[in-house]
C-alpha cells in the first residue's frame, strides 16, 4: 500500500514536472540567446491550449488538425511579440525587459479573455480516458500522451541545437554573441529563431495538458511560474538540467502534497528553490565555473 | 583590394581611431604592430563592422563596407579570428568549423564543398583533426587559436583578419602558429591582415607593416625595413633613457 | 540643499490642501491607497532605483507588516499602534536576516528568489487559518486613534497615511543625499569601484533591503487600521509586480517618480473603467508602451516630452517659414 | 608596504600568474608592464582583492591582507583605479569624490535619513574637504557637472581625485594613460609625481612606455604569468629577454 | 519640480471632473461585482442578471414610477479596490443600495463603509461571517455554506456514512467551507478522517486524493468552484476511489459536467432549485420565481441562467419589493429588508429578521445527482 502510494505520488508528478519541463526549456532557450527572462512564456502554454479549443470548436477542425494550426498560430504570436515588444526596445536593461514581458503577458491575456471569454473549457483527450493500471497506481492515457511527446519534443531540441547547423548557431550566439557576429550569424535572426522554438514549446505543453486541466485565459500564470522555477533549477540549461528539475519540481510537489502538506506543496516547491539559490547558485546540474551573474 | 581611409572611430567617449588610413593589395601580407592601446584591435573591428566607424570610408574590391553589419560583411569574404580566440567554448572543434562556414550552409551550398575545405583545414592542424569531437573549451590555448584560424578560414574568406595570435601563447606555440601561417600563404596566396604585438615574428612574415601609436599610424613602409627602425623600438619600449634623462 | 526643502515644502503644501478639492468625495478613499502605495513604491525605489537591486517579493513585506498588526490588534487586543512598530521590526528583523543570503544573487536570480519569497509568505497567510484567518481575511482591525481622535473618515485617514508618507519621502530624500545614500547610488552605477573607494556594498544593500522592508511594514500596518479588514489576495504576486510598475513607471532612483507612480497606477483604473473589459489590454499595453517610449519613467519623460513638443514646435514654425521662402 | 609573494593564480586549467613575487618600496612610483596576456590586470585584481588568488600571499605593510575584499583593503589604505574608468555615472563629479570620503566619515543609515545634527556637521565636512581633492587634480570647475557626462581625460582624473579621497597609502592604477592623448598623458605624469610627493606610494600598470621610463622608480615585467625581470627603467630597456618579450624573439 | 506640480494639477483636474454626479430623478442602486479576476465566473452572470432585472423592471414602468438606474462597478476580486468603489458609488453616485459583492473576502471589506455611511448592502458571497453576527445595514442573498454543509451532512447521516474525507480550495470559498464542515461534523456524527486542501490553480490533486484512498473515509466531500472540482472528479475517477464523492454548490452549473465529463456521473452535491426548477412540483413556492429567471436570462443572453445569477436575481427583487413596500431612502430599505417575509426567490424562501440577515435555512438546498450528464434529485 505505501508503495503504491509512492509510485503514484511519482507518477503524478512526473507528469506535472515534464510539463514545467517544456515550459522551463522555453524559459532558458530565450534566455540563454538573449538574457531576457520572458514572462510572457506562461501565456504561450495558454494559447496552446486556448487556440486548439479555437480551432476545435469554431473552425471544427479535427484534432490532429487543430493542434499543428494551434502551435502554428501560437508560434506566429511569439513572432510578433518579438518583433513589436522586444526589438524596437531602446533601454534593454533588464528591469525593463522583465517589465516589458510581463506588460505583453497582461496583454496576452487580456486580449485571450476577449477574445474566448472567461469560462474555462475542457478539451477532449487524445485517446480516451480509460485509466490504465501500472503497479498499484494509475495513469491515464494523456499521461502517457504527455511523457511521450516531452520526450519527442527534447528529442527533437536535441536533435536541433547537436545536429542541424541553425541550432548549432543559436548555441553558438548564446556561449558569445559577437565572435557569432563575426562568422557571418545573424544575431537579431537568432533571438527571433528563439522565440519561435519557445513559444511553439510552450504552445505544446500547453496543449497537451488541456485534456487533463482544462484551459481558460488566465492558466499561464501559474504554470509559467513553475516553468520558470525548473529552469532555475536545471541552471538555466536548455538541454537535460532543466528536463531534471521540471520533473524534480513536479515529483517534490506531488510528494509534499502526499506526505507533508497539501496546503503548503507550492511553498515547499519555492523553499527548496530558495536553498537551492542560496547553495548553488549555478543550478543543480551546472558546473561552479559557469556562475552566473 | 582594401582601403582604409581616414577612419575615426570612438569606443563611447574614447577616440580610439584617429584619421587611420591603409590598404591592402591582393595576395599581401600586411601586418600592423604597436605596443597595446595603440588602436590594432579597434581597427580589425571597425573593419569587421563590429564598433563601426564614425567617420571616414572603407572598400572592399572597390564596395563600400562602412555601414554594414558583421555578418553582411562575412558575406563579403572578410574574415576575422578575434582577439583572444573567441572559439564556441560548448561546441565540439568541428562544430566550430561548421559554424564558420554558417553562411555557406545558409546559401546552401553543397556540403561534400564544405567538408572539403574542413579536410584542408585539418591538413594544415592536424591536432584539430585528432580532436575533432572534442569540447573546444577542453583544450590549450595554442589549439584554440588554431581552431580560431581554422574557422575564419572556413568562410572561403579573400580576405583573413588576424588579432594577436600570438597573445598568452608560449613562444614554441607562437612559432608553430607563425609556421602555418605562411603555409597558408604558400599554398593559398590568402590575402592577410595581421595585428601583432610580437613584431619581430609578424615583419618577418609580412610583406609590408603599419606601426600605430595612440589611434594614429605613424610608419609605415616595407617589412624589411621597419624591422630595422629604432622608432618601432621606441613605440614599444618608450625612448632610451640613456639620452639626457628627464626630457 | 534649500532648493531640496523648497520642492519638498511644495510638495507637502499641495498633498495637504488636496482635500480642500475634493470635500469628501469618494476620491479621498482613492487618495488615501494613493498615500499607501506611494510609501510602498518609495521603500521599493530605495531598494531598485538607489541600489540596484530587484525585488518580485515586497507584496510579502507589506502583508507582514499588515498582518502583524491586525493580528495583534483584531486577535490579542493590543494597542495598534504598538502592534505598527513592533510589525515595523520584526519585519525589520526578518529583512535583515534574510537579505544577507538572497542578496548575494543577483539579475533574474534575485528577481527569483524574492518572487519565491513572495510566495511563500502569501501561502503563510493562506494557510494558518486560525491566525490570520486564511483565505476568507481578518476582519475587526480597530482604527488607529490618538488623544481621542480616531482615525474613521477617509479625511482623517488621508491625513494620516500621508503624514506617514510625507516622512518616508522626508527621510527618503534625507537619505538619498548623505553618505549613505550617495553610497548606494555608487554601488548601483559600478559596484565595484564602490568597494575599492570602501563601501562595503553588501552590508549596505541588505540595510537598505531591511529599511525597505519595514517601510512596507510601515504601509501593511496603516492599510489594516484604515481598511480594517485585510486578505491574502491583497499581497499576492500580482500586487509585487504592480509595485515594480509603479516605480519603473514613475522613475527609477527618483521619490517624486514614485509618487507619480503610485498616483498614476492607482487611479488609471478610475480612467479606464470607461473601457470596461477592455481595462486589463489598455493596462498591458500601456505598460509595454511607457517602458518603449518612456525608459526613464514619468519623471524624466514628462519634461523630455515637453522639450520634444517645444521642438517640434519650433521646427513646423521653422518649416512652415521656409515654406514662405520657397513659395 | 606592499610585498607580493608567489602569487598562482589558475582559471578553469590555465595558469595565468605562475608564483610571482615582488617588493614595493614605501614612497615609489612603480610600474608594472608586460605584453598582452602577462597576467598584469589579473595579477592588480588579486592584489585589490577582487579575486582571490590560488596560491601565495599579499602582505601590506608587513600585515597578511590575502583575500580580504576591496572594501577592507581601501580601509586599510590600498585603493585602485580602473582601466576603463569606473565612475558613478549618474552622480556629480563632487558626489563621485564625496563618496570616496566613505571611509573617513562614518554616519549610520538611521543618522542619515532622519539628518542628526553630528550627521549634518559630518556631511558639511564631506562636502568641503572633498572640493581639496577636486583642486588637487584640477578639476574644481567641472564640480557639478554628472559624471557620465565627462570627456575621457577628466574622468580619468576624477577617478583619481576620487581614490585620493579614501586617503590611501597607496594607490594602483590601471593604465591611466590609456585613451589619452599626449597632453593629457603628460599632465597626468605630473600629477602622478605630485602624488607621490604627498607621501602616497603609486602602483602602475601601464603600456605606454614613455610614461612608464620618464616617472617610475622601478619597473616590474610579467611575460606569460611569470615576472620576467624587475628593476630600474635603465635596467629594463636593455634586458634583452624584455625586448625579446616585446618584439619577439631573434631566432 | 514645475512638472511634478502640473502633472499633479492635470490629475487632480481630471479627478474633479470626473467625480461629478449628475442628478437625475431615477433610483440609483449600485452593484459590485469581481466581472474580472478569480471570481468572475461569478460575478458575470450576477452582472449580467443584475442588468436584466433592472431593465425588466423598468420596462414594466419602473418602481413607483420611478425608473430603477444601476450603477455595476467591476472589483476585479480586490479587496482594496472593492472598498473604494464601495465608497465611490456612496458617495458621489449617491445609490441608496448595494448588491455584490460576490466573494466573501471584498463583502467583508466593504461591511465597514456600508456601516459607516449607512447604507444597505445585500451580500452575494457565501461566507457565514457577513451577517452573523448579524450587522444593521448588512444582509446576504446567497445562502450561506454552513445551510449547504447541513444539508450534506443531513444526506451523508442518513445513508450511514460517517466518515468523510474533505478536499477544499484554499481561497476564500473553500477555507469558509472548509471551516463549516469541520464545526457542523460533531452535531451529525460525523468524523473527518483526512483533511486536504488543493490551491485555486492547481492542475492535479491525484496526491491529495491517493492520501485520501488510503484513508477510511466512506465520502469525499469536495469544496470549490470550477475548475478545480471538475479536476477532482476526473482524478478520482483515474484513480478508482470509490467512496462517494460530494461537490458544495460551488459546481452547481452546467459547466461543471462539460468540465468533468464522464467522471461527473454519480457525483452528488448540494444546490439551489434553479438546476432542478423543470422537475420541481407545481406545489414549490419557488417555482414561478425560477421559470420567470430561467426564461428572461434565456431571452437576454442565449444562455441558461445559474444559480449565481439567480442570488443576484434575489438581491436585487429583494431590494425593489423594499422600495416599494417603504420608499427609496437607505433606512426605510433596510428596515423593509429586514421585514421581508416568505420572498420566494431562486436561492429560496427568504425570511429576513432582525436576528437573521441571511434569511434562509437549510431547505433552500436540495441534494442532487449528476446522472446522464444531467441532473436529478439525490436518493
Known amino acids: 500500500m505505501q508503495f503504491d502510494q509512492l509510485l503514484q505520488y511519482a507518477l503524478s508528478g512526473l507528469s506535472t514536472g515534464a510539463i514545467y519541463a517544456l515550459i522551463g526549456i522555453g524559459f532558458s532557450i530565450i534566455y540563454n540567446a538573449t538574457g531576457i527572462i520572458n514572462f510572457a512564456q506562461g501565456e504561450f502554454v495558454m494559447l496552446g491550449g486556448m487556440l486548439t479549443l479555437f480551432f476545435l470548436e469554431l473552425l471544427k477542425l479535427p484534432i490532429w488538425a487543430a493542434i499543428p494550426c494551434a502551435v502554428a498560430a501560437a508560434t506566429v504570436g511569439g513572432i510578433l511579440f518579438e518583433r513589436l515588444a522586444i526589438r524596437p526596445l531602446r533601454q534593454a536593461t533588464p528591469i525593463n525587459l522583465v517589465i516589458i514581458t510581463i506588460g505583453g503577458s497582461i496583454l496576452i491575456r487580456g486580449l485571450a479573455m476577449l477574445l474566448w471569454g472567461k469560462d474555462t473549457h475542457a478539451i477532449p483527450p487524445f485517446s480516451g480516458d480509460e485509466p490504465i493500471a501500472i503497479g498499484g497506481a494509475t495513469v491515464l492515457p494523456q499521461h502517457l500522451w504527455i511523457l511521450g511527446i516531452t520526450v519527442i519534443i527534447i528529442a527533437i531540441n536535441k536533435f536541433y541545437f547537436f545536429h542541424t547547423i541553425s541550432g548549432k548557431a543559436m548555441r553558438a550566439c548564446a556561449y558569445n554573441r559577437r565572435a557569432a557576429g563575426l562568422v557571418g550569424i545573424d544575431v537579431r535572426r537568432m533571438v527571433l529563431f528563439s522565440f519561435v522554438i519557445s513559444s511553439a514549446m510552450g504552445a505544446v505543453a500547453g496543449i497537451i495538458v488541456a485534456p487533463l486541466t482544462m484551459v481558460a485565459y488566465d492558466v499561464g500564470g501559474m504554470l509559467g511560474l513553475k516553468g520558470f522555477c525548473a529552469a532555475i533549477i536545471g541552471g538555466m540549461s536548455s538541454g537535460i538540467s532543466t528536463v531534471l528539475g521540471g520533473l524534480i519540481l513536479g515529483v517534490l510537489e506531488s510528494l509534499g502534497a502526499g506526505l507533508i502538506s497539501s496546503g503548503y506543496k507550492d511553498a515547499i516547491a519555492f523553499i527548496i528553490l530558495l536553498l537551492l539559490l542560496f547553495l548553488r547558485p549555478q543550478g543543480l546540474f551546472g558546473k561552479a565555473e559557469s556562475e552566473r551573474v | 583590394m582594401l582601403r582604409v581611409n581616414n577612419v575615426n572611430t570612438y569606443y563611447g567617449k574614447v577616440h580610439a581611431l584617429k584619421d587611420v588610413s591603409l590598404a591592402l593589395g591582393e595576395g599581401e601580407i600586411v601586418t600592423l604592430i604597436g605596443a597595446n592601446g595603440a588602436g590594432k584591435t579597434t581597427i580589425l573591428n571597425t573593419i569587421s563592422g563590429v564598433t563601426p566607424a564614425a567617420s571616414g570610408e572603407i572598400s572592399f574590391r572597390s564596395e563600400s563596407v562602412t555601414a554594414l553589419a558583421p555578418d553582411r560583411i562575412v558575406k563579403l569574404g572578410i574574415s576575422q579570428v578575434p582577439e583572444g580566440r573567441q572559439v564556441f567554448k560548448p561546441l565540439s572543434v568541428e ?98 591582415l ?37 622608432e618601432v623600438k621606441r613605440a614599444y619600449l618608450g625612448k632610451e633613457q640613456k639620452a639626457a634623462p628627464g626630457t | 540643499m534649500k532648493k531640496e526643502l523648497l520642492k519638498f515644502g511644495a510638495f507637502a503644501l499641495l498633498i495637504m490642501l488636496a482635500p480642500l478639492a475634493f470635500k469628501g468625495g469618494y476620491l479621498m478613499t ?22 540596484g537591486q530587484i525585488s518580485l517579493g515586497h507584496a510579502g513585506f507589506f502583508g507582514l507588516g499588515a498582518y502583524l498588526s491586525g493580528v495583534l490588534t483584531a486577535t490579542y487586543g493590543w494597542n495598534p499602534w504598538l502592534s505598527m512598530a513592533l510589525a515595523a521590526v520584526i519585519v525589520g528583523i526578518v529583512a535583515y536576516l534574510i537579505g544577507f543570503p538572497i542578496l548575494k544573487l543577483k539579475g533574474h536570480y534575485l528577481a527569483m528568489a524574492t518572487l519565491g519569497l513572495g510566495i511563500i509568505i502569501y501561502i503563510v497567510f493562506n494557510e494558518t487559518v486560525d491566525l490570520t484567518g486564511g483565505p476568507s481575511g481578518l476582519s475587526g482591525i480597530p482604527n488607529l486613534s490618538i488623544n481621542g481622535i480616531t482615525f474613521d473618515s477617509d479625511l482623517k485617514n488621508y491625513y494620516l497615511v500621508w503624514i506617514f508618507a510625507l516622512l518616508m519621502v522626508l527621510f527618503s530624500l534625507n537619505l538619498a543625499n548623505s553618505r549613505i545614500g550617495r553610497a548606494l547610488r555608487a554601488v548601483h552605477d559600478s559596484e565595484v569601484a564602490a ?26 500596518s496603516l492599510y489594516a487600521h484604515t481598511m480594517t479588514f485585510i486578505s491574502p489576495a491583497s499581497f499576492g504576486f500580482t500586487f509585487s509586480v504592480e509595485l515594480l510598475t509603479m516605480v519603473v513607471i514613475g522613475g527609477l532612483g527618483s521619490i517624486y517618480g514614485s509618487f507619480l507612480g503610485a498616483a498614476l497606477l492607482t487611479l488609471l483604473p478610475e480612467f479606464l473603467r470607461a473601457a470596461h473589459d477592455y481595462d486589463i489590454i489598455i493596462y498591458g499595453g500601456l505598460l509595454m508602451v511607457m517602458v518603449m517610449y518612456m525608459p526613464g519613467g514619468l519623471v524624466r519623460g514628462i519634461p523630455e516630452l515637453y522639450r520634444k513638443l517645444l521642438k517640434s514646435k519650433g521646427k513646423t514654425a521653422l518649416k512652415s517659414e521656409g515654406g514662405v521662402e520657397h513659395a | 608596504m606592499l610585498e607580493v609573494s608567489g602569487i598562482s593564480q589558475v582559471f578553469g586549467g590555465v595558469t595565468a600568474l605562475d608564483r610571482v613575487s615582488f617588493t614595493i618600496a614605501k614612497g615609489d612610483i612603480t610600474g608594472v608592464i608586460g605584453p598582452n596576456g602577462a597576467g598584469k590586470t589579473t595579477l592588480f585584481n588579486i592584489i585589490t582583492g577582487i579575486y582571490t588568488q590560488t596560491a601565495g600571499k599579499v602582505l601590506l605593510g608587513g600585515a597578511d591582507v590575502s583575500g580580504l575584499p576591496p572594501e577592507r583593503l581601501a580601509r586599510l589604505g590600498l585603493v585602485r583605479t580602473f582601466q576603463n574608468i569606473e565612475l558613478f555615472g549618474g ?15 562614518s554616519s549610520g543609515l538611521l543618522a542619515c535619513g532622519l539628518k542628526m545634527p553630528w550627521n549634518m556637521a559630518e556631511e558639511r565636512r564631506i562636502r568641503e574637504h572633498s572640493l581639496n581633492w577636486l583642486d588637487f587634480t584640477g578639476i574644481p570647475d567641472l564640480a557639478d557637472v554628472t559624471a557620465g557626462n565627462l570627456p575621457f581625460g577628466k574622468g580619468r582624473l576624477l577617478e583619481i581625485a576620487r581614490a585620493l579621497a579614501v586617503e590611501p597609502q597607496i594607490i594602483l592604477m590601471d593604465e591611466p594613460a590609456a585613451g589619452l592623448n599626449s597632453q593629457e598623458t603628460l599632465e597626468l605624469a605630473k600629477l602622478i609625481q605630485r602624488i607621490r610627493e604627498t607621501g602616497i606610494t603609486v602602483v602602475l600598470v601601464e603600456h605606454d612606455m614613455e610614461l612608464i621610463m620618464d616617472i617610475c622608480d622601478r619597473i616590474v615585467v610579467l611575460n606569460l604569468g611569470r615576472k620576467l625581470a624587475e628593476g630600474t627603467p635603465r635596467e629594463i630597456q636593455d634586458n634583452h629577454e624584455v625586448v625579446a618579450a616585446y618584439l619577439g624573439e631573434d631566432e | 519640480m514645475k512638472t511634478i506640480q502640473v502633472v499633479c494639477s492635470i490629475i487632480f483636474l481630471c479627478l474633479a471632473c470626473s467625480s461629478v454626479s449628475f442628478a437625475a430623478d431615477t433610483i440609483k442602486i449600485g452593484a459590485l461585482f469581481s466581472v474580472t479576476g478569480p471570481a468572475s465566473f461569478l460575478g458575470e452572470p450576477m452582472r449580467n442578471t443584475v442588468q436584466m432585472v433592472v431593465d425588466e423592471v423598468n420596462k414594466a414602468g419602473g418602481v413607483k414610477g420611478r ?69 444593521k445595514w448588512v444582509f446576504k442573498s446567497t445562502p450561506t455554506d454552513s445551510l449547504a454543509v447541513a444539508k450534506i451532512y443531513e444526506h451523508l447521516q442518513k445513508s450511514k456514512q460517517t466518515n468523510v474525507a474533505l478536499l477544499t480550495v484554499s481561497d476564500g470559498f473553500g477555507s469558509s467551507g472548509r471551516e463549516q464542515l469541520k464545526a457542523l461534523a460533531g452535531k451529525y456524527g460525523i468524523k473527518i478522517v483526512s483533511d486536504e486542501t488543493y490551491g485555486p490553480k492547481d492542475t492535479d490533486m491525484t496526491a491529495q486524493l491517493t492520501k485520501i484512498r488510503s484513508s477510511q473515509a466512506q465520502a469525499v466531500i469536495c469544496w470549490g468552484t470550477n475548475p478545480g472540482p471538475a479536476i477532482i472528479a476526473r482524478n478520482a475517477r483515474q484513480l478508482g476511489i470509490k467512496p462517494p464523492l460530494y461537490m458544495s454548490h460551488g459546481v452547481s452549473s452546467k459547466k461543471f459536467i462539460d468540465l468533468a465529463g464522464d467522471a461527473a456521473e454519480g457525483i452528488r452535491l448540494s444546490s439551489g432549485r434553479a438546476l432542478v426548477a423543470g422537475m420541481l412540483p407545481n406545489s414549490d413556492p419557488q417555482k414561478k420565481s425560477l421559470q420567470t429567471f430561467l426564461k428572461d436570462y434565456q431571452n437576454h443572453f442565449k444562455a441558461e441562467g445559474d444559480t449565481f445569477g439567480g442570488h443576484a436575481w434575489d438581491a436585487v427583487m429583494l431590494i425593489k419589493n423594499a422600495i416599494e413596500r417603504g420608499g427609496d431612502s437607505p433606512a426605510a430599505i433596510r428596515d423593509q429588508l429586514e421585514k421581508a417575509r416568505n420572498f420566494s426567490g431562486i436561492g429560496g424562501v427568504f425570511n429576513y429578521s432582525e436576528a437573521d440577515h441571511a434569511g434562509l435555512t437549510k431547505d433552500a438546498f436540495v441534494m442532487i445527482e449528476v446522472k446522464n450528464k444531467g441532473w436529478t434529485f439525490a436518493k
Do not use: W
Open chain 2, 95 to 192: 562544430d566550430n568549423l561548421e559554424m564558420g562556414a554558417y553562411l555557406r550552409y545558409r546559401s546552401s551550398e553543397k556540403t561534400a564543398a564544405i567538408h572539403k575545405d574542413m579536410d584542408q583545414v585539418f591538413r594544415l592542424f592536424p591536432r584539430l583533426e585528432e580532436r575533432r569531437n572534442q569540447l573546444a573549451g577542453t583544450m590549450s590555448g595554442g589549439e584554440q587559436q588554431m581552431l580560431a584560424i581554422g574557422r575564419a578560414m572556413m568562410a572561403k574568406p579573400k580576405l583573413l583578419l588576424l588579432d594577436e595570435p600570438s597573445m598568452g601563447l608560449a613562444p614554441l606555440v607562437v612559432q608553430e602558429i607563425f609556421r602555418v601561417l605562411e603555409r597558408l600563404r604558400q599554398e593559398t596566396g590568402m590575402t592577410i
Open chain 2, 194 to 230: 595581421l595585428v601583432e604585438q610580437n613584431a619581430k615574428a609578424a615583419l618577418k612574415l609580412a610583406d609590408r607593416g603599419y606601426v600605430m601609436e595612440t589611434g594614429k599610424v605613424i610608419l609605415e613602409g616595407m617589412a624589411d625595413e621597419l624591422m630595422e627602425n629604432a
Open chain 3, 30 to 51: 482613492v487618495l488615501v491607497f494613493v498615500g499607501i502605495n506611494t510609501m510602498l513604491s518609495i521603500a521599493l525605489n530605495l531598494l531598485l532605483g538607489y541600489a
Open chain 3, 195 to 220: 568597494r575599492v573607494v570602501g563601501v562595503n556594498a553588501r552590508l549596505l544593500k541588505v540595510q537598505i533591503f531591511a529599511v525597505s522592508a519595514t517601510f512596507c511594514a510601515l504601509a501593511g
Open chain 4, 91 to 105: 552622480m556629480t563629479v563632487h558626489e563621485n569624490v564625496m563618496v570616496g570620503m566613505h571611509t573617513k566619515s
Open chain 5, 67 to 135: 425608473k430603477l438606474e444601476l450603477i455595476v462597478y467591476d472589483t476585479s476580486g480586490d479587496a482594496t479596490k472593492a472598498v473604494q468603489l464601495a465608497t465611490k458609488m456612496i458617495k458621489n453616485d449617491k445609490v441608496v443600495a448595494i448588491i455584490g459583492p460576490n466573494t466573501s473576502g471584498e463583502s467583508m471589506a466593504v461591511i465597514p463603509v456600508v456601516e459607516k455611511e449607512h447604507i444597505p448592502l445585500v451580500s452575494c458571497a457565501a461566507s457565514i461571517k457577513i451577517t452573523e453576527p448579524v450587522k
